[in-house]
């Protein structure tokens, strides 16, 4: 299978074509390259809030209302492209108002089938921007897609640094994690969380970014990113656990071949199996106790 993960630049939309004619060219230029699967970041939507204009765009809460409301026409794109092209497609998440949910909004991401078919992530666990500033709320419970390429599961950004969340999608082959990260260490943070859910699960697990600064916007004004897709260091993958990685800072696509059996086979019989071993942990996650050592 055949992955590109996005390094992807966020800017001032002109008009809805505008943002109709970058979506498609990106999407072209990945699919052209043989790629089944496509990978954009974390709030990698949120240049539609330019649409309402400067003032809107640097709101942080009428925001978080004109993207909302943008998301089904994006969202209608995005199914049309998946089904133009014959890709999966990780849609950028969103903030979107689920009446479902409550009153604010949480952080989704849609995942578009080439027949047609749409899965949707809500982030579960809120960083303190999102909580304290932005008041973006935790959305419904993780999801395993079942797809005709394998089994996904997406852990948002901060989601990919929880190993219990990782340990829910424990038969996901693939971890889908898209990212928004403002510094190189939260870059970091969600690069090394990402690393270990792959090896914990012995799975891949596809990291994508929003690069870039973006001055019409006080949530996503500064964007630290690369794509990045990672695997297990064990039998069949390279020892570093980097299957392929993109250039810092730098847009456009990442591209990888992945090998299902190879996931299989480490699962099976791997050097060290981690996935099965995983409750061999259970009694031992209480407080340790303390030993005078002097």
Known sequence: MKIATAAYPMDFLTSIDAYMEKLTNWVSDAAGKGAQLLVFPEYGAMELATLAGRATALDLEASLHAVSERIPQADALHSDLASRFGVHILAASAPVFDPALGARPVN????????????????QIMTRFERETWHVAPGG???????????????????????????????????????????????????????????????????????????????????????????????????????????????????????LDQIATVRRDGIVLNRSHWDEQSGRDEKAAIIPLR
Not at 171 to 191: F, H, I, K, N
Not at 207 to 234: K, L, Q, R, Y
Request: hydrophobic share 40%; glycine share 12%; aromatic share 8%.
């Open 141 to 259: 419970a993780l999801q395993l897609f079942d797809t005709s390429l394998c089994k996904i599961g997406i852990l948002i950004c901060y989601d990919a640094e929880f190993p219990l969340l990782g340990r829910a999608l424990k038969d996901a082959d693939l971890l889908l994690v898209p990212s928004c990260t403002e510094a190189l260490s939260g870059y970091w943070r969600v690069r090394i969380g990402a690393m270990a859910r792959a090896l914990e699960n012995q799975c891949v697990a596809v990291m994508s970014s929003t690069t870039g600064a973006c001055d019409w916007s006080e949530a996503v004004d500064e964007n630290t990113g690369a794509g990045g897709v990672f695997g297990p260091p064990d039998r069949g993958f390279p020892a570093t656990g980097v299957i392929a990685e993109g250039t810092l800072n730098t847009p456009g696509w990442t591209h990888a071949d992945i090998d």
């Open 108 to 123: 989704r991401a849609r995942l578009f089938t080439p027949t047609g078919g749409v899965g949707i992530q809500d982030k």
